[in-house]
């Protein structure tokens, strides 16, 4: 379904015309349906890689080698023909949800056109879609959702909103690109768990970037390590812990955190975690120094909380 083969990403500084080359020769193939890994440190080329499959990347940058979707080469493709590639075969779920959507619009206007754009939805058959895939991911609230506008949402909720909007328009792939970095540790359980689920029941393909390898071990069926711009090695999820190739991948696998038991994000959820509650009891008490701490899932409602302590909740 996807194939890349010998992808060179070379960017250009403006003042000084210096060239530096980013990505160095990188393969892969991707089968439909199939979810890869992409993973390593910080600054090892994974999102460039992305940008590359997208067409955005940095400006003056030169992109060489083939990527190809079902055939069609993209780095061949422009214009018109590539912004209906994008909108109709591709899907991008970042890691800042609130940098996805319009701040000043509200949710049903971000879920609405992409329908009506990539698949030429009417607009009530679009409306009642989008209330339809918010369910689909846990938002049983959904008029409200809808009208809501981003600022008015937690992390946890708006990237359920992009995960919608992602399988909305019945993409052939999907690009998640850390998507669970700005989310707290129960939430991340919750939205991976979704996505995953989401990803299989549609048949979606999914290029899942991380720095997590367990995450990407619980969704993913291979995973290919990228380390200063190159994949060093790729192998299913088993292959890598078991029988890593590379030095950096066994230092890499050394220094993971264990996130979730049993090795998949629903297993947090079935050990007890408890999303959704609100604060509707809510109750605790201060020592001598008068300093408390609160801590929960994003849209846990301590701030609600502590704004009701303060006076400042809405109407107050």
């Given amino acids: 379904m996807l194939k890349i083969d010998g992808l060179v990403l070379t960017v250009v500084d403006p003042d000084t015309g210096l060239e530096t080359e980013i990505l160095h020769g990188s393969s892969f193939e991707l089968a439909q349906g199939e979810a890869l890994g992409l993973v ?8 460039m890689t992305l940008k590359c499959i997208l067409g955005i990347e940095p400006g003056g940058a030169r992109v060489e080698g083939r990527i190809e979707l079902d055939g069609a080469d993209l780095l061949a493709t422009g214009g018109e023909a590539l912004r ?25 206007r971000f879920l609405v056109e992409g329908m009506s754009d990539a698949r030429k939805t009417g607009r009530s058959e679009a409306r009642e879609r989008a209330a339809e895939l ?6 049983d609230d959904t008029e409200r959702v809808l009208r809501s506008y981003p600022h008015q949402l937690s992390g946890g ?31 991340q359980a919750e939205v991976v768990a979704i996505l995953d689920e989401k990803r299989r029941e549609h ?21 290919a390590v990228m380390q200063d711009g190159e994949i060093l090695e790729i ?12 030095d950096y991948t066994r230092r890499l696998m050394a220094v993971r ?42 849209g846990a409602s301590w701030t609600s909380g502590v704004s009701g302590i303060s006076g400042e909740e809405a109407g107050a």
Wanted: glycine share 12%; with cysteine.
């Fill in 40 to 47: 390593g440190e910080s600054g090892s080329g994974k999102s």
């Fill in 84 to 108: 209906r590639i994008r909108a109709e075969d591709l899907a991008l779920i970042a890691q800042n949800p609130h940098g996805a959507l319009n701040p000043v619009l509200p949710v049903e």
């Fill in 134 to 139: 918010l369910r689909q991911v846990g938002i």
């Fill in 257 to 298: 955190p264990m996130l979730y038991p049993e090795g998949h994000p629903a297993a947090f959820l079935e050990a007890g975690a408890e999303p959704g509650r609100g604060a509707d009891h809510t109750s605790g008490t201060s020592g001598a120094s008068g300093a408390s701490g609160t801590s929960g899932a994003s």
């Fill in 157 to 187: 909720m708006l990237q359920r909103v992009v995960i919608a909007g992602a399988i909305s328009g019945e993409p052939k792939l999907l690009l998640a690109d850390e998507p669970t970095t700005a989310l707290d540790v129960t939430t």
């Fill in 203 to 223: 048949g979606l393909s999914m290029i899942f970037v991380t720095h997590d390898l367990d995450l990407a071990a619980a969704v993913c069926d291979r995973l």
């Fill in 235 to 246: 192998g299913t999820p088993e292959e890598i812990r078991d029988r890593p190739r590379t």
